[in-house]
T-cell receptor, first 117, second 111 residues
Framework: GAVVSQHPSRVICKSGTSVKIECRSL??????MFWYRQFPKKSLMLMAT?????????EQGVEKDKFLINHASLTLSTLTVTSAHPEDSSFYIC?????????????FGPGTRLTVL | GEDVEQSLFLSVREGDSSVINCTYT??????LYWYKQEPGAGLQLLTY?????DMKQDQRLTVLLNKKDKHLSLRIADTQTGDSAIYFC???????????FGKGTRLSVIA
């Protein structure tokens, strides 16, 4: 099946720094990628929808200036957490949709665990 | 908005069957999914079902869908200790729409 990777898998940073997380579709082109956030022992909450070549669509309550999303190519989307604070510590998961009529499956990355000290 | 509800915990003995239940509110849901998440790991798609199906079986997994009641269940036959994980129910209206997840059911398998 299709593979989605995320890098890094784990990152620890100091408060005030910025962190970039990459989401790559390894063996397919992803028209659309989604970024989710998961708090400990909680469900996944959608942060934003990322379409290649256009601006991301953010969910209500998600600060677009804090969580910068760039979908520069059909195989790469990046999420940059700017000026990170401890409350941004979370598990960030991306998913990618292959596109095409009848294609319903989204493929999830393994997630990136961000810890902000 | 859409909502997906699951019970939070389920405990079963090894070898027994596990049944995890889920209800959803969006009547336009087209695809319904079950994902498995082990500690510290990402999501693994177990199976999915189209809304025009009533049942889908895949080895030890059986998914039942009652569209009228908006109720989805996942049955795991002969549950093993390796099945211990959090199971998420999710729904979407199409492939290019984001999934709406339930809070997850933590399955504990007792040896």
């Amino acid at each position: 099946g299709a593979v989605v990777s995320q890098h890094p898998s784990r990152v620890i940073c100091k408060s005030g720094t910025s962190v970039k997380i990459e989401c790559r579709s390894l063996d397919f082109q992803a028209t659309t990628m989604f970024w989710y956030r998961q708090f400990p022992k909680k469900s996944l909450m959608l942060m934003a929808t990322s379409n290649e070549g256009s601006k991301a669509t953010y969910e209500q309550g998600v600060e677009k200036d804090k969580f910068l999303i760039n979908h520069a190519s059909l195989t790469l989307s990046t999420l940059t957490v700017t000026s990170a604070h401890p409350e941004d510590s979370s598990f960030y998961i991306c998913s990618a949709w292959t596109g095409g009529e009848g294609s319903n499956e989204q493929f999830f990355g393994p997630g990136t665990r961000l810890t902000v000290l | 908005g859409e909502d997906v509800e699951q019970s939070l915990f389920l405990s079963v003995r090894e070898g027994d069957s596990s049944v995890i239940n889920c209800t959803y509110t969006d009547s336009s849901s087209t695809y319904l999914y079950w994902y498995k998440q082990e500690p510290g790991a990402g999501l693994q798609l177990l199976t999915y079902i189209f809304s025009n199906m009533d049942m889908k079986q895949d080895q030890r997994l059986t998914v039942l869908l009652n569209k009228k009641d908006k109720h989805l269940s996942l049955r795991i036959a002969d549950t093993q200790t390796g099945d211990s994980a959090i199971y998420f129910c999710a729904e979407s209206t199409s492939g290019n729409t984001p999934l709406v997840f339930g809070k997850g059911t933590r399955l504990s398998v007792i040896a």
